[in-house]
């Protein structure tokens, strides 16, 4: 295992301050210090920037991004158990980091930028992972505040923001995703690397935002995905009927048949239904 700094193993740090992980917080705890290495690695450039990072517990990745020369880390941790170990990282980093105690869904990372570039690394907690990955994603300025995004998720998670039209994996988080962004899989993670062991594979997976996605409303696309895929084995005539107005018409607007079913259509395709439906409810 990597010696990145002059600091305690992560077992030693771990066992002096009882951070068994906890189930309900989502927590497994990534001790290969090579892997949270290679994890900074893959959003360098950090330098110039503020590097977000989402419960780091008791600091693994903390501490590779800081020893990848992070010019800042703003942490936040709901577990208050882990402050005092995130304290003794600061101290040996000069007060690069900087730990917020508190729920990442609740604080607002705009302001943790202070106007300067952000990057999100994390190794997200599995019980909020892709909720905070929307709330990402779907923020109504865009460009948005961050540069890049460089986060674990379970491995069907990773494969479900990545995927493309016809996978099993292809819904409504895959559409958002790459709608806005552009996302891939990065590398597999084994549970062994992990305490507890997890009983996932987990992976990392990067998203730079596309400078010009096509135009279209979020909410009205959320709520055509969220449609379509709600009833996925439907036709579109059937599973879009929700949403009201005159549903096949809309449908053959954009280009599509009215018989076809969420998982065969792409991006544009989800784009033009979302912009059909929103005019046809504006028309009453």
Same mark, same amino acid.
């Given at each position: ?39 900074? $690695? ?12 989402? @419960?780091? =517990? ?13 010019? $800042? ?40 930028? @202070? ?20 709330? %990402? ?8 505040? %961050? ?5 674990? !998720? ?17 819904? +409504? ?13 990065? !590398?597999? &993670? ?17 998203? &730079? ?19 379509? !895929? ?6 579109? $005539? ?5 949403? =009201? ?23 544009? @395709? ?6 059909? !439906?929103?005019?046809?409810?504006? +028309?009453?």
């Amino acid at each position: 295992m990597a010696q990145i700094d002059d600091l305690p193993p992560l077992r030693d740090v771990i066992a002096q301050h009882g951070l068994d992980a906890k189930k309900s917080l989502g927590q497994n705890f990534l001790l290969d210090l090579n892997l949270t290495s290679r994890i900074a $690695r893959a959003a360098a450039p950090l330098e110039d920037c503020t590097v977000l990072e989402v @419960g780091p =517990g008791p600091g693994g990745l903390t501490r590779a991004l800081l020893a990848a020369g992070a010019k $800042r880390v703003v942490a936040i941790e709901k577990d208050t158990r882990c402050l005092p170990a995130l304290a003794e990282v600061s101290a040996h980093y000069d007060g690069r980091l900087e730990v917020i105690e508190g729920d990442a869904l609740k604080i607002d990372p705009v302001k943790i930028a @202070g106007g300067d570039r952000i990057k999100i690394v994390a190794n997200l907690p599995y019980n909020v992972g892709t909720q905070l990955l929307l709330n %990402w994603i779907t923020t109504p300025q865009w460009p948005p505040f %961050w540069d890049s995004l460089t986060l674990m !998720f379970q491995k069907e998670v990773g494969e479900r923001i990545v995927a493309r039209p016809g996978s099993k994996a292809y819904g +409504r988080l895959g559409v958002l995703a790459g709608w806005r962004t552009e996302a891939s899989m990065l !590398f597999d &993670l084994n549970p062994k690397a992990f305490t507890p062991p997890p009983k996932v594979t987990s992976t990392v997976v990067h998203l &730079l935002p596309r400078k010009e996605p096509e135009p279209c409303s979020q909410k009205a696309l959320e709520r055509v995905t969220a449609a379509a !895929f709600g009833q996925r084995r439907k036709m579109l $005539r059937a599973s879009l009927k929700s949403l =009201g107005g005159p549903t096949e018409a809309v449908i053959e607007e954009a280009g599509l048949l009215p018989t076809a079913r969420a998982e065969e259509i792409d991006i544009s @395709g989800f784009v033009r239904l979302a912009n059909g !439906f929103e005019a046809a409810q504006k +028309r009453g």
